[in-house]
């Protein structure tokens, strides 16, 4: 299957620095990358859409100026979490789709975000 | 809505079948996912069923899919140690788009 690579795996960083998480599609195209968040013992929810070229489409109740979200090429898509606080500590993951192909969801690794 | 329910634990002991149920809600959705979450790690698609399928298996995962009633189901055969971990049901609403993720039944595997 297509690979996304998703980095850092983990980062720890102070309350009130930001934090950038990357992620890739490493050999397809993808149009839209999905960003999900995973509190513990809990289910993953999907924070925010990107498409490559526009503006990524928040959830309800996501702060979008907080989780900036940047799909500047066709394989690569950014969220960076400003101002982090401890309650941001959570466990992020991205997925990327071709959405012009009838193709499954590819998953990244997952990043372990800990502000301290 | 999009609520994508499942049963929060399940405990069976080695070698044993395991049985993992989902409903969905979405009548609409393309593909159905099973994956597999280790503590402290990323998502591990285990097999996905596309909507037109009623059966797939996989080695020993096995995954029945009852459109009419939106039931999805993982078995696992011959169940390991190394099987122990929460497993997310997942679908496509709407086709295409976002993948959401089912509550996650946590498998306990009894030696």
């Known amino acids: 299957g297509a690979v996304v690579s998703q980095h850092p795996s983990r980062v720890i960083c102070k309350s009130g620095t930001s934090v950038k998480i990357e992620c890739r599609s490493l050999?397809?195209?993808?149009?839209?990358m999905f960003w999900y968040r995973q509190f513990p013992k809990q289910s993953l929810m999907l924070m925010a859409t990107s498409n490559e070229g526009s503006k990524a489409t928040y959830e309800q109740g996501v702060e979008k100026d907080k989780f900036l979200i940047n799909h500047a090429s066709l394989t690569l898509s950014t969220l960076t979490v400003t101002s982090a606080h401890p309650e941001d500590s959570s466990f992020y993951i991205c997925s990327a789709r071709v959405l012009t192909q009838n193709t499954e969801a590819f998953f990244g690794q997952g990043t372990r975000l800990t502000v301290v | 809505g999009e609520d994508v329910e499942q049963s929060l634990f399940l405990s069976v002991r080695e070698g044993d079948s395991s049985v993992i149920n989902c409903t969905y809600t979405d009548s609409s959705s393309t593909y159905l996912y099973w994956y597999k979450q280790e503590p402290g790690a990323g998502l591990q698609l285990l097999t996905y069923i596309f909507s037109n399928m009623d059966m797939k298996q996989d080695q020993r995962l096995t995954v029945l899919l009852n459109k009419k009633d939106k039931h999805l189901s993982l078995r696992i055969a011959d169940t390991q140690t190394g099987d122990s971990a929460i497993y997310f049901c997942a679908e496509t609403p709407g086709g295409y788009q976002k993948v959401t993720f089912g509550t996650g039944t946590k498998l306990q595997v009894i030696p």
């Open positions: 050999d397809f195209q993808a149009t839209t």
